[in-house]
């Protein structure tokens, strides 16, 4: 059985506040993009272990313990008889980018071996497995625009649409530190912000430069200026809107027409898709 995890950009996204569980209360639109990871599960594996990944494409650094495909496995196992599979992984979408790549794969393990077993669960019991391993894995579950709050797992699915815009992503080879981007924010715990994404979404693509933000910009920005530099270029280029994808390090633009932008950023990695 074969499955493509695909991955997100994040439109707008607000730090409201710091919480007394040390989380933060976000709100942000998680939208899907066609750049996809290939997921195979089969049965049985020669490795002596309950799972084994066959990794390919772009390299999963790290110890396979750590991979949300196998705390996937070992999640569900904890509930059913499981036996041993392999996954095989085709990696496309790069990692500590901001577009949930890896959140992806777990959520879409969690449907294949749903699949796979019978195990017959509904929608909300896979909304909640996909909660245990991560903030935006609930969103991977449901694959469709969502408005996002909470930690980012409070899902309301909206009708909207970018079809026929073209999308631009582009990511040079840094890692964001996840926790130094909260740390940038200076967001006093008991601190509210008024949310505001889904008020600035609804004033249309071409009001977003000036009032969708993602809070997260200037402190990653201060950190790695080649993030800002990438932002302004695809603007230069005629980009509608730029931003940053969740705490980064990608840099996406959407365009009215084909960017054809490749050649700027060879040294980076580079993603261009017409939208449907």
């Known amino acids: 059985m074969i499955t493509f995890p695909p991955c997100k950009i994040n439109l707008g996204l607000q730090v409201l506040q710091k ?23 089969k049965g049985g ?22 991979n949300l495909i196998v705390k996937a496995y070992h999640l569900l196992k904890k509930d059913f008889t499981l036996s041993p599979v392999t996954f095989c992984l085709l990696k496309n979408i790069p990692m500590g980018a901001g577009l949930g790549g890896g959140s992806s794969d777990g959520a879409f393990a969690l449907k294949l071996l749903n699949v796979f077993f019978g195990l017959n669960l ?3 019991s896979l909304l909640d497995y996909a909660l245990q391993l991560g903030s935006d894995c609930p969103f991977f579950i449901l694959n469709q625009p969502c408005l996002g709050e909470g930690r980012g797992e409070i899902l309301h699915p909206i009708d909207f649409s970018l079809k026929n815009y ?28 008024i949310g505001s994404v889904q008020t600035e979404i609804n004033k249309g693509i071409d009001n977003w430069r000036a009032g969708l933000k993602n809070d997260f910009e200037p402190s990653v920005f201060a950190l790695h200026p080649i993030l800002s530099e990438i932002k302004e270029s695809l ?22 027409k084909a960017p054809l932008l490749k050649d700027n950023y060879k040294e980076h990695f580079y993603f261009e898709s017409q939208l449907g």
């Open 235 to 256: 603007y230069d280029s005629g980009a509608i809107y730029a931003s940053m994808s969740g705490s980064g390090a990608t840099i996406y633009g959407l365009f009215e």
């Open 122 to 124: 509904n929608q909300q």
């Open 45 to 66: 594996n020669s490795s002596g272990n309950d799972i084994e990944i066959i990794n390919y494409g772009i390299p999963v650094p790290g110890d396979d313990s750590q």
């Open 166 to 193: 073209w999308l631009v992503l582009v990511k040079p080879n840094i890692h964001v530190s996840t926790a130094a981007a909260f740390s940038g924010l200076n967001l006093n715990k008991g601190e509210v912000k």
């Open 19 to 41: 919480r007394n569980d040390g989380y933060h209360d976000l709100q942000t639109l998680f939208f899907p993009i066609p750049l996809f990871d290939v997921l195979e599960i």
